[in-house]
T-cell receptor
Framework: GESVGLHLPTLSVQEGDNSIINCAYS??????FIWYKQESGKGPQFIID?????DKRQGQRVTVLLNKTVKHLSLQIAATQPGDSAVYFC????????????FGQGTELSVKP | DTAVSQTPKYLVTQMGNDKSIKCEQN?????MYWYKQDSKKFLKIMFS???????INETVPNRFSPKSPDKAHLNLHINSLELGDSAVYFC??????????FGPGTRLTVT
C-alpha cells in the first residue's frame, strides 16, 4: 500500500550541529518527493524537493538525498539554528492521482542553544 | 499578501452541528486540496479540485462536502459533526500537481 514513513519521531541537536532527518517510502514507482517544515500553529512550508532522476539536491543550508535502491530519502540541515526547530515531513507526490501528497509521520526537530 | 488563506482559524462547535471552512488562494493556481491533520500530526489528503472539478475524494465520509465556486476558492462543509472530526484542516494549492502551498490551518474542536 501507499506509505511514507520516518525512522525517528524526535531529534534533538545542538545549535550549530548538522541535522539529518530520514524517511522511507514504499511505492517504487514514485518519482517526486518533497520535504516540508511545519512550525507550531502554522501550515507546512516547502523546503526542498527532488525528482527520481536525481540522487542529491542542495538548497540553502539543506540537502536532500534520494536512494531509490532502498527507497529512502533524507534531509540534511547544515549548521542547525534555533529557528529550524519544527516538525519535518517528507511527502511523496502522486502525479497520476491528482498530485496528491502522501505524508510521512513527521520528525520533530528540537535545537538546543 | 497571504497566498493561501483560510477562515476561521479556530472553530469550536458541538456534536451534530453543521459548519463550513473557507479557503482562498491568490496564486492563480489551478489545483486546490484539503488535508486533515490529526492529534499525532499525521497529514492525510481528503479532496482535490482542479479548475472547479473534483479529482480526488479519499474515502471521506459523505458528511464532508467540498465546494469550489471558482478556481481560487475551495470550501469545506461538514454536516452532523462528530467528535472524531476534531483536527486541524489545511487547504493547499498547486500550479500543476507539483509543489503545494499550504494555508495556516483551521483548528476544529467538536465538543
Amino acid at each position: 500500500g501507499e506509505s511514507v514513513g520516518l525512522h525517528l519521531p524526535t531529534l534533538s541537536v545542538q545549535e550549530g550541529d548538522n541535522s539529518i532527518i530520514n524517511c522511507a517510502y514504499s511505492n517504487s514507482a514514485s518519482d517526486y518527493f518533497i520535504w516540508y517544515k511545519q512550525e507550531s500553529g502554522k501550515g507546512p512550508q516547502f523546503i526542498i524537493d527532488i525528482r527520481s532522476n536525481m540522487d542529491k539536491r542542495q538548497g540553502q543550508r539543506v540537502t536532500v538525498l534520494l536512494n531509490k535502491t532502498v527507497k529512502h530519502l533524507s534531509l540534511q540541515i547544515a549548521a542547525t539554528q534555533p529557528g529550524d526547530s519544527a516538525v519535518y515531513f517528507c511527502a511523496e507526490n502522486i502525479y497520476n492521482q491528482g498530485g496528491k501528497l502522501i505524508f510521512g509521520q513527521g520528525t520533530e526537530l528540537s535545537v538546543k542553544p | 499578501d497571504t497566498a493561501v488563506s483560510q477562515t476561521p482559524k479556530y472553530l469550536v462547535t458541538q456534536m451534530g452541528n453543521d459548519k463550513s471552512i473557507k479557503c482562498e488562494q491568490n496564486l492563480g493556481h489551478d489545483t486546490m486540496y484539503w488535508y486533515k491533520q490529526d492529534s499525532k500530526k499525521f497529514l492525510k489528503i481528503m479532496f482535490s479540485y482542479n479548475n472547479k472539478e473534483l479529482i480526488i475524494n479519499e474515502t471521506v465520509p459523505n458528511r464532508f462536502s467540498p465546494k469550489s465556486p471558482d478556481k481560487a476558492h475551495l470550501n469545506l462543509h461538514i454536516n452532523s459533526l462528530e467528535l472524531g472530526d476534531s483536527a486541524v484542516y489545511f487547504c493547499a494549492s498547486s500550479p500543476s500537481r507539483g509543489e503545494q502551498y499550504f494555508g495556516p490551518g483551521t483548528r476544529l474542536t467538536v465538543t
